[in-house]
C-alpha cells in the first residue's frame, strides 16, 4: 500500500457500525472506599456501509479529487481494513483514558449489586 500525502479535507459516512468491546476489571480499595481499576482492554468493530473521499484536492483539481474518490469508494472496504489498526489502537486509547476516569471517579457499589 502506498502511503497518500498533499492537501485535501478527508470527508467520511458510516452506516452499520458494529463494535464489540470486552472490558476486564478488579476491586481496589482507595481512602476506605471500593473501586473498580481497568485491566483489561480489547475491541473489535465492522463498517456495513462505507462512503468517503477527499475534497479540495491539489488547488481543486475537480479531474483528480474525482479520480481519487472514485477509487477510495470502489475500494472502501480494503481501505478500511489498512486504516483498522490504527483506528482500533486510537479508539482504544481514548476508551481506556474515559473508563479510568470512569472507574476512578464512580464507588464499586455503584456498580455492582451483590
Request: hydrophobic share 40%.
Amino acid at each position: 500500500m502506498v502511503q497518500a500525502t498533499g492537501g485535501g479535507e478527508y470527508w467520511g459516512e458510516y452506516e452499520g457500525v458494529k463494535a464489540k468491546v470486552y472490558i476486564k476489571a478488579s476491586e481496589v480499595e482507595r481512602n476506605s472506599q471500593k473501586y473498580l481499576h481497568l485491566e483489561d482492554l480489547k475491541m473489535d468493530f465492522s463498517v456495513k456501509d462505507i462512503q468517503m473521499g477527499i475534497k479540495n484536492v491539489h488547488n481543486g483539481n475537480a479531474v483528480l479529487e474525482a479520480a481519487l474518490n472514485l477509487f477510495i469508494n470502489s475500494n472502501s472496504q480494503e481501505l478500511l481494513k489498512e486504516m483498522k489498526p490504527h483506528i482500533k489502537k486510537k479508539l482504544m486509547a481514548t476508551m481506556k483514558t474515559f473508563i479510568d476516569n470512569l472507574f476512578s471517579r464512580v464507588p464499586y457499589d455503584s456498580w455492582v449489586i451483590e
